[in-house]
């Protein structure tokens, strides 16, 4: 991948409150903003009990609460997931969405669903999303590795994933409540007991991705490098793609198979942020966060009182933001 010039401590500070002041912008907006206007001066006294009871408290308890912190949580697994697989395969090309993560975790969601309804989903989801880059991964690396082998192995993966995510629902119609919303990407009547078990699945694997930052630093420098420096390359890669898989495995257990936040974010903080691990995974996550939260908010109140599920608003913009790393990637500007 193209090497970023590095950045001072300062700037990197700068970007990080910028954007962690960013993130908590487009939250207050999200809990403030729709059908019913909630004054932000009230959130205060809503989150606290003291106007419990009134049709506000109602209104961002179980609506818009749960909801932008789906938002939140998603983006910023997505994110910090793209980031890492990027890393990892020293590929600019690579995404959950694109290298067949998500649609995995969605197919093992869609059987969890039919056939063992009492499993866990974040749980099934991982299992199903980790299935799917190993699958992408030998496939690429038996067929010579290439960046756009592995784009093209992802995309074929991806669609066999998703024809047997249709065929269980052809047998088993019920086993996704809202599988349109599902299947495009959506944060639509979520409730706090959905997003509990993925919550602490994504903890986990930030925290851990976190700590491992330093072995991803090294990693970047080529696997010859790492093994000359005592670092398990391959043991430490298939680490960090787990993690990555949980990561965007747990948020497709909530959210649907959303695109696209897991390669435009990475790319855009690379540009920010440098290329230091620990600074650029958590300006992902925090990008992340914000990104798909605007998002979120644009698709309920641009058509208002219609709403767009937010994938439609993830794909309207990544889609030609893709067409765009191909065509970089294609004329040569992109390097190893």
Known sequence: MKRWPTFSIRSKGRLLAGLALLTLLAAILSICLGAVFVPPDKIPAILSGQLAGTP?????????????????????????????????????????????????????????????????SPVAAFFGALAGVLLVLFIAEKTGAARITLVLAGVAVSSMFGAGIDAVLTFVPDALNGYTDFRIGGLENLTMNRILPAFWVILIAMILVLLLSGELDILLLGAETAQSLGLPAKPLRLVLLALAAALAGA?????????????????????????????????????????????????RILFAPYELPVGIVLSLGGGPFFIWLLLRQRGGRTHD
């Not at 090309?93 to 197919?107: D, E, K, R, T, W």
């Not at 695109?259 to 974010?265: A, D, K, Q, S």
């Open 56 to 120: 506000e408290a109602q209104i961002i308890r179980f609506a818009r609460l749960p909801r932008t912190l789906g938002c939140l949580l998603a983006g910023m697994a997505l994110a910090v997931s793209g980031a890492v697989i990027q890393g990892v395969l020293n590929n600019p090309l690579a995404a959950p969405n694109i290298i067949g993560v998500n649609s995995g975790a969605g197919l093992a969601v869609a059987l969890g669903s039919a056939f063992f309804p009492g499993f866990s």
């Open 251 to 299: 948020s497709v257990s909530f959210c649907g198979l959303l695109g696209f936040v897991g390669l435009i974010v990475p790319h855009i903080m690379r540009r920010l942020a440098g290329e230091e691990s620990l600074c650029l995974l958590i300006s992902c996550a925090l990008g992340g966060a914000a990104l798909l939260t605007f998002c979120d908010l644009l698709a």
